[in-house]
């Protein structure tokens, strides 16, 4: 494999622990370590070092669309090193790339420090799971490691539909077909329409970014595929309702009703900075229930919250008791526990409670 400029960035972006590269024009490179921003010692890039930088990483097609649209997702590989997730992008200043490193090893549930009732997904034979949370908080990654688990024990056809592919499985108990958006389909919907045709067991559906992907989707749920998605909301409730609310008002009653029959999952998190360094998840686990489907059908969304707090027994968990078993174990900051708090109020009053010392200023 050739060796470009790029790849002794993306070393020490691997050396040092980043979990993110930043190239723009008039400033020189950036790291994301621990969630913190750290500027590398080089200096400031020009358009041509942009170009000499990135030219060599984009496949051809890539490139002609970004210089058309301004934007572009693809993957990239260092042999021996290494996968990234990249996006280009042009901004006011001019041209800027970011690299997200993607792990070449896949890890577990357990080493992701995921709640143990996270495993009981990975028994479902039908269905809709949604994984969300915001830009970067590890969704791949969890879905990744459901996939792995299943993968590892049991017998099935996985169609993965990915822009860009980010973990390869390898094939083990199960056959796995990873397309991308892109060199293998124009697009989400019409991969997720060919996907059914292609006898799966399981469709994971890398994002879930518009109407018709997420009708779609629904509609493979139905006929009894277990379907994996993702989304950009942070807590089962939010999920709920965004995928009720992509639809036209007179459609609604008819998705809320779908829905309610196909979910069976909702994981939600959001990544804290570690103490020490690195970062840690917080999750929120939702699973489906008959409870769960009348709320959905009667447009109850609100009550989520509360119907997740009394199925603690099986395994459920709310976001804020995620966040409040983070701070208990000493591995987030009471401050960072506040931040992400769903209700800032409760929370502020907890950790009071727990004898720490939060103010006005934080999470108001």
């Not at 969704?139 to 860009?164: C, G, W, Y």
Request: proline share 4%.
């Amino acid at each position: 494999m050739s060796v470009h400029p790029i790849d002794r960035f993306l070393k020490l972006m691997n050396d040092r622990g980043a979990s993110d590269l930043h190239l723009s024009v008039g400033r020189p490179p950036i790291f994301r370590i621990s969630g913190r921003i750290e500027a590398i010692r080089y200096r400031v890039l020009t358009d041509d070092d942009f170009e000499r930088l990135m030219r060599p990483t984009a496949p051809d097609r890539i490139w002609k669309r970004y210089l058309i649209d301004g934007d572009a997702d693809y993957a990239y590989e260092v042999g021996g090193l290494a996968r990234f997730r990249v996006n280009v992008s042009r901004q006011h200043r001019g041209r800027a790339a970011v690299f997200r490193i993607i792990p070449t090893k896949i890890m577990t549930v357990e080493q992701l420090r995921l709640p143990d009732s996270v495993h009981k997904l990975t028994s479902l034979t039908g269905g809709l799971v949604l994984v969300t949370g915001p830009t970067g908080s590890g969704k791949s990654t969890t879905l990744a490691a459901i996939i792995h688990e299943m993968n590892q024990n049991r017998a099935m056809h996985f169609v993965t539909i990915e822009d860009p592919i980010e973990f390869v499985h390898q094939n083990r108990k199960s056959l796995v077909s990873q397309r991308e958006i892109g060199p293998h389909s124009r697009s989400f919907s019409n991969a997720l329409r060919a996907a059914v045709r292609e006898d799966p067991d399981c469709i994971l559906v890398g994002e879930m970014r518009d109407l018709e992907t997420i009708e779609m989707a629904l509609s493979a749920a139905e006929t009894g595929l277990l379907v994996f998605g993702t989304l950009h909301t942070n807590s089962a409730a939010k999920t709920v309702d965004r995928v009720i609310n992509v639809f036209p008002s007179d459609k609604q009653d008819g998705v809320r009703l779908a829905l309610s029959g196909v979910v069976k999952g909702i994981l939600s998190q959001q990544l804290l900075r570690r103490k020490g360094g690195g970062r840690v998840a917080a999750v929120e686990v939702m699973f489906g229930a008959p409870t769960l489907a009348a709320l959905i059908r009667e447009g109850k969304t609100h009550q989520v919250t509360n119907y997740i707090s009394q199925g603690r027994s099986r395994g459920m968990i709310g976001m804020d008791d995620s966040l409040r078993k983070l701070v208990g174990e000493d591995l987030v900051e009471p401050a960072a526990a506040l931040e992400k708090a769903l209700d800032k109020d409760e929370m502020r009053k907890w950790l009071q409670g727990q004898g720490h010392r939060v103010g006005d200023e934080l999470g108001s």
